[in-house]
């Protein structure tokens, strides 16, 4: 990691891979935007980033609901505080990353996911089986891209990285709560 430059941010100079392997010189790089967008390097995680990434995203929320046993008012509580923090500083950590390698929606841009993945999770009751069900529904909604989700892509810069992965999240929050009807 290089000193803080003339803006006061920590840089560094990476070279990173892309989906495909190859590798692209990122140049200086906001060291807070990448561990936010890359979920703590989550986003590294081959093959499959997202997948990394919404699996990463559980990993808190298990913890604190097995360690804490919390209410299902606390954890719902916890989630909603998760998922505002995470758009506050993710929108804007996607949004430079994507220019730093002038690229849209780099793969490796996981913060998205874990959006996504929190928001799928809401009212979920605290066991593998309902963060399971929430797994797989957002990862399905997030890969398939049903109307709206693929248009909200369009949106500039992290706004359209993050928001298609909200409506995404918003569709398997919506069929896991009928799922738990039944089960």
Do not use: C
């Not at 840089?11 to 906001?30: F, H, L, V, Y």
């Not at 719902?76 to 804007?92: C, E, K, S, T, V």
């Not at 399971?132 to 398939?144: E, G, H, M, Q, S």
């Amino acid at each position: 990691m290089k000193d803080a430059g003339a803006n006061g941010r920590k840089t560094r100079m990476s070279t990173q891979s892309d989906q495909d392997g190859k590798k692209i010189q990122a140049g200086k790089t906001t060291a807070w935007a990448f561990a936010v967008a890359t979920f703590f390097g989550a986003g590294y995680g081959k093959p499959g980033p997202g997948t990394w990434g919404s699996v990463a995203a559980l990993l808190p929320w298990a913890v604190y609901a097995w360690l804490a046993h919390p209410t299902p008012a606390a954890l719902l509580l916890a989630l909603a505080i998760g998922i505002a923090m995470a758009l506050a500083a993710g929108i804007p950590a996607a949004t430079i990353v994507e220019r730093q390698f002038g690229r849209t929606d780099p793969g490796f841009v996981v913060i998205d996911e874990v959006i996504g993945q929190w928001i799928a999770l809401l009212g979920s009751p605290a066991d593998w089986r309902h963060g399971l069900i929430a797994l797989v529904l957002f990862r399905l909604f997030d890969i398939t891209k049903p109307f709206p989700v693929r248009r909200l892509e369009r949106l500039p810069g992290g706004w359209g990285i993050v928001f298609d992965d909200v409506a995404a999240g918003l569709y398997a929050l919506g069929v896991a709560s009928l799922v738990r009807i039944w089960i």
